[in-house]
Nanobody
Framework: VQLVESGGGSVQTGGSLRLSCKFS????????MAWFRQLPEDKREGVAI???????TYADSVKGRFTVSSDNAKGTVYLQMDNLKAEDTAMYYC????????????????????WGQGTQVTVSS
């Protein structure tokens, strides 16, 4: 299984970006896809999660601003980020559990089997 993120970049405060995570090697069964981010002070946190039934979960810090969605036909998960803030600046990673449900604790990054290479998002005022 491979995960490839794209869509990062630089944007001003209040702007929007859409990240994509294309996953390959998955053909059938449950999955759980998550977006995590590595903040400048080296802190890592979960941002948004979606499973193959389309159920979504968000971190409090992004609720109402970020939207996670998936297109199974295209094998892609998206993270629409609106009203971006300086504190959203981070390297964003796509993580996955393939052929299995979401972990009991969805916010533990080590519970996920696969990681992408990351895409940088920089928000400036």
């Amino acid at each position: 299984v491979q995960l490839v993120e794209s869509g990062g970049g630089s944007v001003q405060t209040g702007g929007s970006l859409r990240l994509s995570c294309k996953f390959s090697g998955y053909t059938y069964g449950d999955y759980c896809m998550a977006w995590f981010r590595q903040l400048p002070e080296d802190k890592r946190e979960g941002v948004a999660i979606i499973d193959n039934d389309g159920q979504t979960t968000y971190a409090d810090s992004v609720k109402g601003r970020f939207t996670v969605s998936s297109d199974n036909a295209k094998g892609t998960v998206y993270l629409q980020m609106d009203n971006l803030k300086a504190e959203d600046t981070a390297m964003y990673y796509c993580l996955a559990v393939i052929t299995g449900p979401c972990p009991s604790n969805k916010w533990r990054d080590y519970e996920y089997n696969y990681w992408g290479q990351g895409t940088q998002v920089t928000v400036s005022s």
